[in-house]
């Protein structure tokens, strides 16, 4: 899997790198400022980018800028955004209009190397991986809600879903089986109002519409 990399911080930078090279990851490009991520994207076309949200000049949010411009130019490049705190503004931006192969971690998720490169590989894929920490932050302030009405182990499983993962991961997280999870998932989108969807994409994003309006 060829990757490009922008991040400003250069320990993270160097440690990115070698965990995909040692992962078995070719680094295609890395770049260190904002106004060089777009160019290095429509040069190396890679399977996967891995974007710093907040990027020299500016530290604001260049990283998310490139990354929203680079998928216009090249449709469905799967992007990776890392950001230093949780910016649920960032994550519904990103996840806007049901697309699909993009994910929003925590730069802290990478120092949990199968997590983070579990969550690579699913975005490559043209899945869906958000942090839980962002999971819970939209969880929690929603007050006067439907989501009051799920039971403890549906909002366990909502949140789950939330951060893209399938039934069988969910199954195994939760010590449950899978008929048990498929059960949880069809009381979770009826009492949300969302359309079942037998696509687990589209199940998340349904999720996240939810959970970004409600």
């Not at 400003?8 to 992962?23: F, I, K, P, Q, Y």
């Not at 680079?70 to 697309?99: C, D, F």
């Not at 920490?133 to 366990?156: F, G, H, I, Y």
Request: avoid cysteine; proline fraction near 6%; charge should be negative.
């Amino acid at each position: 899997m060829r990757v490009v990399i922008a991040e400003d911080n250069a320990l993270l930078r160097e440690g990115l790198v070698l965990l995909l090279t040692s992962a078995g990851h070719e680094v295609a490009s890395v770049v260190a400022t904002g106004p060089e991520i777009l160019p290095a994207l429509l040069e190396h076309r890679p399977d996967v980018a891995v974007l710093d949200v907040r990027m020299p000049p500016g530290f604001r949010d260049e990283g998310l800028r490139a990354a929203l411009e680079a998928r216009e130019k090249i449709p469905g490049l799967p992007v990776l955004v890392l950001s230093q705190y949780v910016e649920e503004s960032y994550a519904a931006e990103l996840l806007g209009g049901g697309a699909s192969g993009v994910g929003y971690l925590l730069k802290d998720r990478v120092g949990r190397v199968d997590e983070f490169l579990d969550a690579l590989d699913r975005v490559a894929g043209g899945g869906t991986a958000l942090d839980p920490e962002v999971v819970t932050e939209l969880m929690t302030r929603r007050k006067d809600s439907p989501l009051d009405q799920l039971t403890p182990r549906e909002r366990e499983v909502l949140k789950l879903m939330a951060e893209g993962r399938d039934n069988t991961t969910i199954a195994t997280t939760l010590v449950i089986t899978e008929r048990s999870v498929s059960k949880h998932i069809g009381n979770v989108f009826l009492k949300l109002g969302l359309p079942p969807s037998d696509s687990g994409h589209r199940r998340v994003l349904a999720v996240l519409a939810y959970l970004n309006n409600a």
